[in-house]
Each structure stands twice: as C-alpha cells, then as structure tokens.
C-alpha cells in the first residue's frame, strides 16, 4: 500500500453481490494514491467475494485496494477489522449497497488537506434506482457548511437522530481504540458513534450531497430480529443508568434516550404477535418523558404517546382488529 494515505473507506461486505459491482464502480472512478479502500469479507458466499477479486484484478489503482476475509461475524466485527488495517490519516465507512456521489473523494481530501479537522459530516440522498438520484433530494445534518460550534452541531445530531455511519469520517489519531459493539447488528451506529462526538473538538459539516444511500427491502431497516431489540433495549437501559457514556452532557443523554425510547416503541407496535406493551419498557419510557419533556423539537405528540405507552399500544392493537 502507498505511504502517503490520508484516507481509508473501511468497506464490509456480506450478501452484497446484487449491488457491490456498483458500489465498486463509484469509488474505482474516484480513487487516488491518496486513498486506500479496505473491503471485508464477512464470510459472504453469494459471489460478492469474486465480485470484489475481479474488480481489484482489473483496476487501475489495484494498490489502493485491501481485502481482508473473516468468517461471518457482522458488521461491527467487519468494521472492527477494517480499522484494525486502515492506514490512512482520516477513516471513513462504506455500505456495500450503496454508492459513492460524483465528487466524494475530491471534496473529502480538499478539506483534509485545508482545515484537518477531527470530524467530518457528509450531505447524501436517498434512492431506490439509480437513474434517479440525480432527481432525489439532497439531505443534510445541518443548515451551515464549514466549521461548527461543537455543543450547538453535537445537540443538532442528537436531536435528528441520524446516526449512519457513512455520515462521517473522523480523523483517526482522536480515537485509536474506536470500536462498534460486536455481535449487534441493528443499531450498532448509535451504540458507537457518540464516542466520536465526545472525542473531536474541530467539526466541519461538508454541505454536498456525496453518498447515496440504497433503500431496498433487504437492507437491516427492514429486518429487526427480537434479539436486535432486545440488544436496543439493553443499551437503552445502561444509556438511562448512566453505565453507558457517563461522560455524555445530560442533554444530549436526555434527546438520545427520548429518540431510542420512540424508537422502541414502534418497534413493539410492530410487532404484530405482541399482546401486550413490556411492563419494564412502558415505566422507563414514563420515566424518560417525565424527565425530559423540557427538550425541544420533539414533538408534544410523541412524548405524550411515550408517556402512556401501554394505552396507545392497546389503542392500535384495537384498531387491528376493527380491520381484519
């Protein structure tokens, strides 16, 4: 691999083959010596593995590229390795369905270079088919481009909520022992990159929409497992007893635990072979609202539905029978 790397893509892959040769295809369009893009095999057997040795076989920056292979582990575990092997000053995330926007790597290197930031925040836009994501909607984490204030940008992401971490790129000698929990597959990024928040001081928000991000039916969004829940619910409850992150400012422990408790909510309204709303689920939500209901910019309605949890459940489940 090339010395002179100021940025590494750390690139997991598993059950990617339906969408990787595109994802390849963008970044092989943009590459530099200056970039190194690290892919890792998760144990994958659907031919995304000979996908990838065919793209590095007939690339013209084959040096740029370094694949790792592991037995299936998930993502977290995936990442882990990848930033275990990323050289370069700067670290980046990459999903395997997804593809890189016209300018990405130009953009992210000019501000590397320029202002060596500690963190960097990316524009994006969603899409189902490619044709149209020129048409599609350009999405940002905040109003302003260039340098944030720290506490007004970090309260900002916590009150969205959007915690992708392709989102960002961190500059790498900030937080060495940077981990995703291993072995949770649904989440996993707000698990993590609150890490990185409490870590960089200098915040550059780069207000160009450079990565897409692929919707599709297959992807972890639309498929949470009971145990992926409960994997939420258990962060959730060392978040709220302060044994996660107890260095985190109680405002934004405060809009975390408001966005995780909704968020666990409708996933138990979703849970369609659910009689009843968790006893356990309902008192902490209770307990959330009762101590944040100062917090703005999330709504009144929802804190009211989290505030009777057991009521607005047994509401809906009411409304399920009506239809059937």
């Given at each position: 691999m090339q010395s002179s790397v100021l940025l590494s893509l750390v690139v997991p892959f598993y059950r990617a083959a339906d969408y990787f040769a595109q994802l390849l295809g963008s970044i092989e369009a943009q590459l530099t010596e200056q970039v190194q893009i690290v892919l890792i095999c998760d144990g994958a057997s659907d031919g995304s593995l000979e996908i990838a040795r065919q793209h590095m076989a007939s690339s013209a920056m084959p040096e740029c590229y370094l694949l790792l292979c592991q037995h299936n582990s998930g993502v977290s575990a995936a990442r882990n390795n990848g930033i275990k092997h990323a050289t370069g000053d700067y670290i980046g995330f990459v999903d395997a369905d997804d593809v890189l926007l016209p300018g990405y790597v130009e953009a992210v290197l000019q501000v590397i270079q320029q202002h060596?930031?500690?963190?960097?925040?990316?524009?994006?836009?969603?899409?189902?088919?490619?044709?149209?994501?020129?048409?599609?909607?350009?999405?940002?984490?905040?109003?302003?481009?260039?340098?944030?204030?720290?506490?007004?940008?970090?309260?900002?992401?916590?009150?969205?909520?959007?915690?992708?971490?392709?989102?960002?790129?961190?500059?790498?000698?900030?937080?060495?022992?940077?981990?995703?929990?291993?072995?949770?597959?649904?989440?996993?990024?707000?698990?993590?990159?609150?890490?990185?928040?409490?870590?960089?001081?200098?915040?550059?928000?780069?207000?160009?929409?450079?990565?897409?991000?692929?919707?599709?039916?297959?992807?972890?969004?639309?498929?949470?497992?009971?145990?992926?829940?409960?994997?939420?619910?258990?962060?959730?409850?060392?978040?709220?007893?302060?044994?996660?992150y107890p260095a985190l400012q109680p405002k934004w422990r405060h809009i975390l635990l408001l966005n995780l408790a909704y968020l666990l909510y409708k996933l138990q309204l979703d849970n369609k072979s659910l009689q009843s709303f968790p006893v356990r689920l309902a008192q902490q939500c209770k307990s959330v609202v009762r101590k944040s209901w100062w917090i703005p910019q999330f709504s009144v309605r929802k804190k009211i539905q989290l505030a009777f949890t057991s009521y607005f459940f047994n509401r809906s489940r009411a409304k399920d029978e009506r239809k059937k």
């Open positions: 060596q930031p500690d963190l960097i925040e990316l524009g994006y836009k969603r899409f189902t088919d490619e044709a149209a994501i020129a048409q599609s909607k350009a999405r940002y984490l905040h109003k302003n481009s260039g340098w944030l204030a720290k506490d007004k940008a970090v309260t900002n992401v916590f009150k969205i909520n959007q915690w992708f971490s392709w989102l960002r790129i961190y500059r790498k000698k900030i937080a060495m022992d940077f981990q995703f929990p291993v072995g949770v597959a649904f989440c996993e990024d707000v698990m993590a990159l609150p890490d990185l928040y409490l870590a960089a001081q200098r915040l550059y928000h780069l207000r160009l929409p450079l990565y897409g991000y692929r919707e599709h039916q297959a992807s972890a969004s639309f498929n949470v497992k009971a145990e992926h829940q409960q994997q939420l619910h258990n962060f959730f409850t060392a978040l709220e007893q302060k044994q996660a």
